[in-house]
C-alpha cells in the first residue's frame, strides 16, 4: 500500500505542477490506489487503459529517441538477471534450506545405513549366524563383525576389547562361547577382508549420521526454537521440509498443519467419501503416542494448532527465543492430563502473557551481548588501524 520512493520522485518529476485534474492510466488498481493516497491524483484503471499499455510496451522503442529494440532487450534481459540475483542473495539468509537439505540427508542415511547393515549381516552370517541373535543392532553388530575377525582366532585375551564395544559383560562372554561352538562355514582371508572394509564404511555412515544429528539439532535451536521445543528437533524439520520453508509453514492455518504428510490418505478418503485422516507427520509426536485412542485426534487438532503458533512466532520474531514453545509444550502437556483426568488446564491467554514477559528478558538479554560483542569488534579494529597507522608512519 506504501508507494514506492523512485515511483513517487518520478511522478512529481513528470507531472505538471497544477494536477488536481490530471488523470493517469495505471494498469494496476493496488497501484492507482496507492497513487491517489500518497500524491492525490486521480487514476483509470480497466480494459482500455490496459490496451493503451500493451501498445505503448510494444512500440516502445519507436516512442523513446535513441532506443533500439536490441538495446530495450538488452536492457530487460538485465534487469531479469538484478531480479534473479536480489532473489538468490535474499534466499542465502533463509537458512532453513539448511534444516531441508540435512533432514532428506538424514532420512537417506538412515536408509542406506539399514540396508548396509543388512548386508553385513547376510554375509557375514554365513561365517558367524550365531551371532546375530546375540547382538540385533545393526551399528554395534559391525563393529562386532570387524573386531572379530576370524571367529577362530577369538580368545579370552579379546574378550575386554569386545566388552569396550558391546558395554556388557555377560553379551561379551555369550559371543566368546558362541565363537567356539558355532556352526557357521570357514572364511578365506581376502573375503575377510572385504567384510572389514564394508563393515568400516558402515561404522563411518553411522558416526557421520550423529554428527548430522547434532548440527541438524543446532540449526533447528537457531532458525526454529520454539518448534523445537514445542514437538522437538527431527518433527519441526520433516514439517519444514514438508512445507518447503517455514515462511510456507508459517502461512498454513493449522488445519493444514495437522494432516500435512498424509495428502494421499486425504484425497483417498475424499473420493471414496471415507473418514479422514486425523494425524500426518506429526503422529511421530510423542504427545500422540502418550494420548489414549479416542484421544488422539483432539491431542493432534490441538498440537497442530500449537505448532502453527510456534511456527509464526519462529518465522516473524526478530530474535527468536524457545521460550514460547516451552510454554505452548506446557500446554500440551496440560491438555493431555485435561483428557486422561480431568484437571482444567490454565487459559491461553495467562500462558503467554507470562511467555511475553519472559521473552523480553531473554530478547533483552541477547541484545545486551550482542552490542558487548560489537563493542569489543569496534575496538579491536580501532586498534588494528591505529598500529596500522603507526606502522605506515614508522
Known sequence: GVLHEDLRLLLDTALPPKRKKVVLGVGDAKMGAAVLEELGVQCQTGGVVGELMRGIRLHFPALVRGLTAQSAAKAQLGLGHSYSRAKVKFNVHRVDNMIIQSISLLDQLDKDINTFSM?????????????????????????????????????????????????????AQAILEASRSSMGMDISPLDLINIESFSRRVISLSEYRKGLQEYLR???????????????????????????????????????????????????????????????????????????????????????????????????SEVPTSVFGDKLREQVEERLAFYETGEPPRKNLEVMKEAVVEANEVVAEVKRRQEKKEKKRKKREKRRLEALAAAAEE
Open 218 to 316: 543446532s540449526k533447528m535451536s537457531q532458525v526454529a526454537p520454539s518448534l523445537s521445543a514445542l514437538i522437538g528437533e527431527v518433527v519441526g524439520a520433516r514439517l519444514i521440509s514438508h512445507a518447503g520453508s517455514l515462511t510456507n509453514l508459517a502461512k498454513y492455518p493449522a488445519s493444514t498443519v495437522q494432516i500435512l504428510g498424509a495428502e494421499k490418505a486425504l484425497f483417498r478418503a475424499l473420493k471414496t467419501r471415507g473418514n479422514t485422516p486425523k494425524y500426518g507427520l506429526i503422529f511421530h509426536s510423542t504427545f500422540i503416542g502418550r494420548a489414549a485412542a479416542k484421544n488422539k485426534g483432539r491431542i493432534s487438532r490441538y498440537l497442530a494448532n500449537k505448532c502453527t503458533i510456534a511456527s509464526r512466532i519462529d518465522c516473524f
Open 119 to 171: 548386508r553385513v549381516r547376510e554375509w557375514y552370517g554365513y561365517h558367524f549366524p550365531e551371532l546375530i541373535k546375540i547382538i540385533p543392532e545393526n551399528s554395534m553388530y559391525c563393529r562386532v563383525a570387524k573386531f572379530i575377525g576370524n571367529r577362530r582366532e577369538l580368545s579370552e585375551e579379546s574378550l575386554e576389547g569386545l566388552e569396550e564395544i558391546v558395554m556388557d559383560s555377560a553379551k
